[in-house]
């Protein structure tokens, strides 16, 4: 970062700005200055490929000091009022983000204060998006990982134009029913790429949407026409980077060299307990370094606006390296008395302070005043955005021309529209195909899906040969091989779950999937939460169910993990029992694509078992054998996954015994309880309440299906290391106590 | 690591053995050589402050070159014969392992080969430990970190001599009710002093160890008396440094400058997937010294046994930073065709691969042998742990009469035993006592039982001032003042949890507590289950408990986290409604030292209640109020933390009308389980089936307490961003909604 830089990224900004007059002249309310020449000022500079700074180094240093001391002069003026507008721009967003937090008296003003520069530079100037359209595909991305400062992205969506946040909307920021929550939620807000608050989910999110953008190159882009090119963007802080989270996708995004993710790192020192001297002194910067990112330190984020602008620009230029851009600001910039302490960080300024900040940032406006010029300036983003949009829609036109198979490929990735009767490819079994553990039924269905889903790809968190989850026609998503699907995550579970929820809500028509031992969804908890809360469908394959891993033992044998997750809203938990569950399991998942789906698979071997089915499974729960009639059975053994086998085996001792019993599958608990309620009835009538469940896990919650009358066996305790069987048998999960249970009602 | 090490040290030995010849004379069974020189040559070297590795540094390099030819040339044979020996325990580790794995047919045999010489070196060398006494305060402590690798740690535990890994147990390894599982569990086996096998959780448990002795040293020790003095060793593999967790503890393991943590970083090149190329790139040794560590490059951990023992003396000689010592290694050396491929490192090496590994390493012995020459060798840790133990017990005793009140508070913190009354400071409240948030009640809780316990210690992840923390009295534990009690996390949930089950399983009367918001434990879980399973008596301080935090938001408020921890095995959920009930939680959570609590408390202020009770708290179910008798209400109105109010609220009102009300507060549910079934009835009489829940969280698991007749209010869906009182409102958790819904019943 030369010091010289300013000076000469204006000069090209003016010669550029004169070269090229006519090319955004719907400023025409402009009063200090013509409108193009701002706009193209402050607002072209960055947002192509071609863009100036790229000319800049193209120039000899030599040309660049022989210019005539008029033309400096011009270009002196030209760059102070620009750059006083600019400063304009930023002092709105700073107010904008003071004045809501002041309204809602909760929030966080400190880092949209701090951060309002580098946020102006990107949406104003470098980003290239359409504020009318927040969904058009080729957008660049932008997260803010660090979201509690989500002012900063509300304040600059409603100065770019998006109709989600209007002027009301800032005014009802934190309130009930309002379009901006306390922290950015992708579906309260479009225009908001994913849900962040839990620090360093963010910058995972931005890692799989950068990921998306390399394979989604990689497999669609032609020599004669890059049809996907975008940058993932995104802003974290010093808490984000705390966060175990942020270190392994950070990992991952230099190992895969995803070159179009820029990150800043929001370095303001002070974190919620005060300075970060306090808990976080090591080098950020050698961290990285270490990870293998180009990184770049801007000393002056609070007014360094050419530094920001270079450092992007030297960003751009490292293509095989992701790059952080170490930002020093200062937290709550402007406010006299609480600017660089954490009680800027997440409560209101107080009205004398806001008045004090007003004095001292120059600020004479109303709360939430966009100043004219600055609107004015800012407007000019709805026609470019839609010049972006049908530049590229007229770029796909010729695209689809002449790849018509590739153009309608990604366009299915785009819609999320799957080809017709793609679930015809799914697997179905009879009582007689071979047993096997669902773990290996499942790697049958994922293959069957990757042929007719072109947006399906994932991996495990390096347990690909235990988890089952190779796609078998496909070669590793490697830096040098991006257009393959499956992806190495390592032993990276938080982060591999964050960096699927950025893969999913990349393109509607992209269906992530990630695996590991079921057990170790603990680690990545948090990710699959933002998966539900998110409405990312992200297919969780989580293998090794049960104390049916056998001699692993307790610290890898779930057990409270299916009740934890049917306790969580807007997520499905599907267990099934043999090959036609889990094709059921993979039509739902792959269906659900606002609700993430886990599928707890087996490593044990599990019969084909009469009775099951795709449709079946739809429905949650649903009746595998009975030989009762009238919808009258005397008993009901109610089970899921692996001992739907034990319970069915139970019920044919029981029926030999004349017992009428009813065995019912019950592998999702939450699309059952979607069903009608005579659909219900038909499966568990009121009227009978001698009910046994058995499933190998906590039997917290079975309560609810068997009644108080019923009788709920599982597993109230840790595992043990043992081989399967004999933990089975020594926690009762049999046959025999099956049947003697059954008979104790 | 000068290639010129290995003789100097060996010389170094040699001199140090014969100037010493009776300091061990307990080996009169050796046949090869005179026993107390091998004692001294391969296990005294390193395993006190004056090494003789120290004493070599001292050398001045001329004296060493100046040696006679003949003097030489004696050390080389004995040398030679010495390090046969090394070799010949090193391949009976590797053996041990190879055997226990082929004999379960199940485990991992690759780690324990590769890292048997620096497992060797550690315990036959290095570690100061007593065999009999594996709880001796003073000792040495080890950790796998990479936990699949156990029968390294069980083969040493059994050559060191340790009750707990007798010949049988090798032979059951992974059986049922055995004391080898194929983890590590502290609670199974002595010696092993943490549970590792999820990956990353052991080197955070080791910095939680090496906290404990950096913190009780600075506390006790005194300048003519260092009665705590120990290190902490811990192997980690490449999957460890995958994950985030492993990150985030070392962050602060160079943040808090313990330098006597010693990591040794198992760098194999292999993990499950095969070849760490395909997701492990990043420059770990960078990465290391950004963080703050010592790191040191052991390029041969084969063979390199001098490269090893020089690189333990160079981290003990840098003593204000923790050290990574990576020990390049073959996975699984020894297999000629198995070995430095995935296949090693998970399962049995097969009969046909241990043939060919015997033939290639030349044991001919049978399986599970140990030669006697390795086991005479080994014997002498019993008499030299005694010894350690003696030495120190009589330094104690010293210490004793010189500092007697800090002898007193020591002894408390070894043993467990706590000053008698100590539950007398916990503070009590009367109805009139002012509201407040439990958040703030906890705080007062906190810091009243600081003055009786010596042990309890702890602090937030980067949220003190929200959580309510602080302990008022004390300053921040940090580099240069350890003794102090506050511990500042940063934003590093998991790593928190982890580093506090190492601190708890320091000593028995070290008691953390560790703190965030109630749904960030999504980001500590696997820590926490680890707390569960390992038996650690850690309290989780867990506020903003619900909704009830506002504009926050959906990211911020739990919903399913109640119940997702009363499904899980033994964990104490405690949701405190007022100050006696937040008095009791701590009281429970202070006495179960072997279980850990988990404290959900509200932001928001909530009225003292009449008729909560620190002994109803104890009970988990008791009742707060009703105008019914002979156990006879008409309606139970069951509730637990912030919702107790409204359901009491709710009764008084009922009441009004002539209802006759019970109102049940259900503050854990495990300790209500745990009470008699005349007690249960007597709270939640079966006759009685008019029964409605309200909690501001999940309805999963209710079923089982109000019955099919009785109704559970709560909230089945994400939060919301608006003011508390708004969200409660708009979700029903109001006094009418409670009153509504008692009257359908």
Redesign the interface.
């Known amino acids: 970062m030369a010091a010289s830089s300013s000076l000469t990224l204006s000069q090209t900004l003016l010669s550029r700005a004169i070269s090229h007059p006519a090319s955004s002249s719907d400023r025409p309310d402009r009063i200090s200055l013509p409108g193009f020449r701002l706009s193209n000022l402050s607002g072209r500079s960055l947002d192509s490929s071609s863009s100036p700074l790229s000319a800049r180094r193209r120039l000899p240093a030599p040309a660049r000091q022989a210019r005539a001391p008029v033309r400096a002069a011009a270009v002196e003026t030209l760059e102070k009022t620009a750059t006083a507008l600019v400063e304009k721009s930023i002092n709105t967003i700073r107010f904008l983000a003071i004045d809501a937090v002041e309204k809602?008296n909760?929030?966080h003003p400190g880092l949209p204060m701090g951060c309002a520069p580098m946020g102006h530079i990107l949406y104003d100037e470098v980003m290239r998006y359409n504020p009318k359209n927040p969904y058009w595909f080729n957008r660049d991305r932008f997260v803010l990982s660090a979201?509690?400062g989500c002012m900063l992205q509300y304040a600059l969506l409603h100065l770019a134009g998006y109709d989600s946040v209007k002027e009301e909307d800032l005014k009802s920021f934190?309130?009930?029913?309002?379009r901006t929550?306390?922290?950015p939620?992708n579906f309260e807000t479009p225009g908001v790429e994913v849900?962040?608050?839990?620090?360093?989910q963010g910058i995972a999110n931005a890692v799989g949407l950068a990921l998306a953008e390399k394979h989604l190159a990689a497999r669609y882009n032609k020599p004669d026409s890059e049809i996907v090119d975008h940058y993932t963007y995104v802003i974290l802080g010093?808490?984000?980077q705390?966060?175990?989270?942020?270190?392994?996708a950070s990992?991952?995004a230099?190992?895969w060299g995803l070159g179009k993710l820029i990150a800043f790192y929001d370095d303001n020192h002070i974190?919620?307990?005060g300075d970060?001297e306090?808990?976080?002194?090591?080098?950020?910067?050698?961290?990285?370094?270490?990870?293998?990112w180009h990184v770049i330190w801007v000393k002056n984020g609070n007014t360094g606006y050419d530094e920001i602008r270079a450092a992007i620009e030297e960003a751009k230029a490292v293509k095989d390296k992701p790059t952080l851009i170490k930002v020093t600001t200062t937290i709550g910039y402007g406010s006299p008395n609480k600017a660089n302490s954490?009680s800027v960080h997440g409560s209101a300024l107080g009205a004398k302070e806001v008045e004090a900040t007003r004095q001292n940032l120059g600020w004479p406006f109303e709360p939430f005043h966009v100043p004219d010029d600055v609107k004015s300036h800012w407007s000019r983003h709805v026609s470019k955005g839609a010049a972006f949009e049908a530049e590229w829609n007229a770029k796909f036109a010729e695209y689809e021309k002449k790849y018509k198979e590739d153009a309608a490929e990604l366009k299915s990735i785009i819609s999320g529209e799957f080809p017709a009767g793609w679930e015809k490819a799914l697997p179905t079994y009879t009582p007689e195909s071979p047993a096997d553990a669902t773990r290996n039924l499942s790697q049958q269905c994922l293959n069957a899906l990757a042929k007719v889903l072109p947006g399906l790809l994932g991996g495990?968190a390096?347990?690909?040969?235990?988890n089952m989850t190779l796609l078998k026609m496909f070669g590793?998503f490697?830096k040098d091989t991006p257009q393959e699907r499956n992806v190495?995550?390592?032993?990276?579970?938080?982060?591999m779950g964050a960096i699927c929820n950025g893969i999913d809500l990349h393109s509607p028509g992209l269906i992530p999937y990630c695996a590991t031992f079921f057990?170790?969804t603990?680690?990545m908890?948090?990710a699959i939460?933002?998966s539900?809360?998110c409405e990312a469908g992200v297919i969780y394959v989580m293998t090794h169910d049960s104390i049916g891993l056998?001699?692993?033992?307790?610290?890898?044998q779930p057990?409270?993990h299916l009740?934890?997750f049917?306790?969580?809203?807007?997520i499905l938990m599907l267990r099934p029992a043999d090959g036609n569950e889990t094709a059921g399991a993979y039509k739902v998942a792959v269906l659900n694509r606002k609700r993430p789906s886990i599928l707890a698979l087996s490593r044990q071997k599990l019969s084909q078992l009469p009775g099951t089915s795709i449709e079946g499974v739809e429905k949650g729960g649903y009746i595998v054998s009975d030989n009762s009639s009238g919808n009258k059975p005397e008993l009901i053994l109610i089970s899921t996954g692996s001992e739907l086998e034990i319970a069915a085996k139970a019920a044919d001792e029981l029926r030999k015994e004349g017992k009428k019993v009813r065995v019912v599958s019950f592998v999702s608990w939450e699309l059952f309880d979607e069903q009608s309620d005579a659909y219900k009835e038909s499966v568990l009538p009121a009227a009978v309440s001698a009910r046994v469940s058995i499933e190998a896990g906590?039997t917290?919650?079975w309560?609810?299906i068997v009644?108080?009358k019923g009788k709920a066996i599982g597993i109230?305790?840790?595992g043990?290391?043992?081989?399967a069987g004999?933990?089975y048998k020594?926690f009762g999960l049999t046959v025999e106590n099956v049947i003697a249970t059954a008979k104790s009602l």
Chains 1, 2 share one sequence.
């Open positions: 809602a909760s929030g979201g509690h934190r309130q009930w029913g309002s929550p306390g922290h939620e849900t962040t608050g839990p620090l360093g010093d808490g984000c705390m966060e175990g989270i942020s270190n392994e990992s991952l230099a190992h974190s919620i307990d970060t306090i808990a976080f002194t090591e080098n950020v910067d050698i961290r990285f370094e270490g990870l293998g954490y495990s390096d347990l690909a040969s235990s590793d490697q190495r995550f390592g032993v990276r579970e938080h982060g057990v170790f603990d680690y908890r948090a939460r933002i539900a809360l056998g001699e692993d033992g307790p610290t890898h057990i409270e009740a934890s049917r306790a969580m809203p807007n906590s917290f919650g309560e609810k009644g108080s109230d305790r840790f043990a290391s043992a081989p004999k933990i020594e």
